[in-house]
């Protein structure tokens, strides 16, 4: 169903606020995070810096529940549609990882904490 | 600003319908696609099937215009924020390239074709 011999066995998967439609992420996923994933209905990718199966969550308790799963047409993308546990999904405490946007050759941070990062990963 | 140094020299950018919200596609850039984009206001990726830079829309004429830039926690994605000319993201003539759901083990297409394939590619 999905082509995994681009990119070393790995494909970049989006996760998408359900209900928002923001784009809150995106990560990667090799076949056994994919199958994991369809398997238990949340979020498991591939972390690359960490070398294996993450199940995005596992520290902090901020699990992602999948409520829809779609592919691109080349098959070579996913897009999950989840709902977010614990309101952020960046590791810096933000809903999204995207809440910085280009303003020439600035960054601007357009979003709010909704966590302490210091608290997420305190609950461990 | 952005982290080229994975992926052999790509990130992933997602496009996003700026008005709906609908995750539009996925594709790459490297610096050069990624400083084209920024000058010209129309989103610019590079292709791995042809290698060279992809103009979006320089077959069809259906071209992204840039309304928002924005880059992840890590600097390595990029969420472009568009208005897609044409009305069809996907070269099939979906408006998204996630026009296909996953169901159990099934795919199942949602969403209705807005443009004829045959139509775009004969303008060139």
Redesign the interface.
């Known amino acids: ?1 999905i082509n995994f011999e ?2 070393g066995g790995l494909v ?1 998967a ?1 996760a ?1 606020d359900v209900d ?4 809150l ?2 990560a990667w996923m090799n076949r056994e995070a994919w199958e994991e994933t ?1 398997r238990t209905g949340q979020a498991v990718y591939y972390s ?1 810096s960490r070398g294996r199966l993450w199940r995005k969550g596992e520290e902090s308790g901020h699990v992602q529940q999948v409520v ?7 098959a070579d ?1 996913i ?1 999950l549609k989840v709902r977010q546990i614990g309101g952020a999904a ?3 405490g ?1 809903k999204s ?6 303003m020439g ?1 600035q ?1 601007q941070i ?1 979003a709010e904490r909704v966590v302490d990062p210091a608290v997420i990963y305190r609950k461990q």
Chains 1, 2 share one sequence.
């Open positions: 169903m681009k990119n970049p989006i998408q928002s439609g923001e784009v992420m995106l369809l690359r829809e799963v779609r592919i691109d047409c080349d993308t897009l960046c590791h810096e933000y990882c995207f809440f910085r946007r280009v050759d960054l357009i």
